[in-house]
């Protein structure tokens, strides 16, 4: 079975510069997180998605960032102009219902010049 | 809200020796309580979970954690380390809502096997 599959895994940017990441959880799970690990952290939630519904996106810092999940599946993470205090790793999750257990992607590594 | 405490940010052991890696929770009820690893360029891995059934849990590769109520711990143990172990470790603690579950992550311990 495969796990969740993110892109880019690495990405160095300028600041001020826009940036995507995009993650397809494992088939069947419908709901999926995306988390920021800043270096020596643990990671913490951005956004979390039951189906195409955003249910929990507190977190997330909307006045730079975005995200979507138009049809259900895969997911979009956008940040927008960049910050050098961006740079970190993001990580997509996905999970059988909001109570299953969490599987973690590899993550895309940002670094913002 | 529910947060843990890693008490060591890095920990060194021999191949073949045990393993301790210290986790302190803060709840206010029940909590549930995981301990994920982390290796280089890979993604996070459930090791363990504690969901209030049997306060001794086992995991995966040998790993086992023992909640304790009385002291707030939820420690991770192993009795031999292998060169394989050498990763990030993670305690977390969920918080439960409507929404489902929020894991709160610690800071991670940094385990280094020496041969």
């Known amino acids: 079975e495969a796990g969740v599959v993110q892109s880019p895994r690495y990405k160095i940017i300028e600041k001020k510069q826009p940036v995507a990441f995009w993650c397809n959880p494992i088939s069947g799970h419908n709901t999926l997180y995306w988390y920021l690990q800043n270096l020596g952290q643990g990671p913490e939630l951005l956004i979390r998605?039951?189906?195409?519904?955003?249910?929990?996106d507190s977190q997330l810092p909307k006045d730079r960032f975005s995200a979507e999940r138009l049809k259900g599946v895969d997911s979009t993470l956008k940040i927008q102009p960049a910050e050098l205090g961006d740079s970190a790793v993001y990580l997509c999750?996905?999970?059988?219902?909001?109570?299953?257990?969490?599987?973690f992607g590899p993550g895309t590594r940002l670094t913002v010049l | 809200a529910q947060s843990v405490t890693q008490l060591d940010s890095h920990v060194s052991v021999s191949e073949g020796t045990p393993v301790l890696l210290r986790c302190n929770y803060s709840?206010?009820?029940?909590?549930?309580l995981f301990w994920y690893v982390q290796h280089p360029n890979k993604g996070l891995q459930l090791l363990l979970k504690?969901?209030?059934?049997?306060?001794l849990v086992k995991g995966i590769n040998g790993f086992e954690a023992e909640f304790k109520k009385s002291e707030t711990s939820f420690h991770l143990t192993k009795p031999s380390a292998h060169m394989s172990d050498a990763a990030e470790y993670f305690c977390v603690v969920s918080e439960s809502s409507n929404s489902g579950y929020a894991l709160n992550f610690g800071k991670g311990t940094s385990l280094l096997v020496t041969p």
């Open positions: 709840s206010s009820y029940s909590p549930s």
């Open positions: 999750a996905s999970s059988l219902g909001l109570r299953g257990e969490q599987f």
């Open positions: 504690y969901t209030s059934a049997a306060t």
């Open positions: 998605y039951e189906n195409e519904e955003a249910v929990d």
